[in-house]
């Protein structure tokens, strides 16, 4: 058997303060946008099936129970005591806690108090320029605050992240814009713009991406369904200058950026909350990977967001996987037992550590 030892999750979102329904909690399990169809369930699915695995025995049930069963002993419990409860179970160790998504979700404080763990924040690029705009009425303003506002942030936040700029900005190029194109841009974006108005503009989306690297913090980005392939050439571009690019949620693009990985010496990848949705298959997918990204580039996460269960059900579908596939290699003599160890050790914590500096 392989140990692993506490986990880095480096990149998950806070969970919910408030009590949950079947409905509310179904959704949470992340497997679709929408309600499930009328007649079904999303506990019948990949995601839905680990969670009544693994959490019904950290709240005092049988593993496999109702589902109506499981949620009348949450609300037994409390939103606050099953939250302590499963996320010290997961053996998780420190949460690196992306905080740009709305909702009524805990921040990295709150889930180190409940964890009993570290927890470090993840700033998230689009919200903050958004936050930068509502008191910046004029296009110096803007672009002075958006830079102070992102080297700012990365006093204290262990990484950025963005989703927008990936699908807005750097589908279309990947070198920085020019200044003439920035401000162009940005006058644009304050004239039309109403209060609150989401950053959608792939000119600022690109310009704040680079803003972003030039902070020296490691940057996440998240494909959603792109294909990662299409970062190459921004990965060739920031090659060289001192800040890491960590994939995010590539699936079924896993191949893709496992090869970007081995491509680039800055650029990593995480199995994230693919492994949790594909359940009992998620040994086949961590081989894929693990056939092409070298060991030292693959960082484990949960991606969880509102339910505390998803940490538990990744945490230990990632367990799983990573013995199965290592100690069957180990068992056909293809790799030592002290390689396999070492390498689970990496995957679960020690990539993590060393690229965003954590103790």
């Known amino acids: 058997m392989i140990e692993t030892p506490n986990l880095v999750d480096q990149h998950c979102h806070g969970v919910l303060r408030t009590e949950l329904g079947l409905g509310t909690f179904e959704a949470g399990l992340g497997v679709a946008a929408g309600p499930a169809a009328p007649g079904t369930t999303f506990f019948d699915t990949q995601t839905g099936f680990a969670v009544r695995r693994w959490c019904p025995p950290l709240l005092g049930l049988e593993p496999h129970c109702p589902p109506a069963r499981y949620l009348a002993r949450r609300r037994e419990l409390g939103v606050l005591e099953t939250g302590r409860r499963l996320l010290r179970a997961s053996g998780i160790s420190t949460y690196l806690v992306d905080t740009g998504l709305p909702g009524d979700l805990t921040g990295p404080a709150e889930i180190a108090a409940a964890a009993g763990a570290d927890a470090h924040e993840i700033v998230r690029l689009e919200p903050l320029a958004e936050q930068v705009a509502d008191t910046s009425g004029t296009v110096d303003a803007l672009l002075a605050n958006l830079s102070e506002a992102v080297h700012g942030a990365a006093a204290s936040a262990v990484a950025f992240t963005s989703v927008a700029g990936v699908r807005g900005g750097l589908v279309y190029a990947s070198d920085p814009p020019g200044p003439g194109e920035v401000r162009g841009a940005a006058g644009r974006w304050l004239a039309r ?131 199965r596939v290592l100690g069957e290699w180990v068992g056909d003599g293809a790799w030592s037992r002290t390689d396999a160890q070492r390498v689970a050790t990496m995957i679960a914590a020690g990539n993590a550590r060393r690229v965003y500096g954590l103790a």
């Open 193 to 323: 713009r109403p209060a609150g108005g989401r950053l959608t503009d792939p000119v600022l989306l690109r310009h704040l991406l680079w803003i972003a690297v030039a902070s020296g913090r490691p940057l996440q980005l998240q494909a959603g369904a792109e294909d990662p392939a299409r970062l190459a050439d921004f990965a060739a571009s920031t090659s060289g200058l001192g800040t890491d690019l960590v994939l995010l949620h590539g699936y079924p693009y896993h191949r893709q950026a496992a090869q970007l990985t081995q491509a680039f010496p800055h650029v990593y990848a995480d199995l994230g909350p693919v492994l949790a949705r594909t359940g009992a298959r998620a040994a086949a997918l961590l081989a894929e990977i693990l056939e092409l990204a070298p060991f030292g580039k693959l960082l484990f996460s949960s991606g969880a967001r509102g339910l505390p269960e998803l940490h538990v059900v990744a945490a230990s579908v990632f367990r799983g996987a990573l013995d």
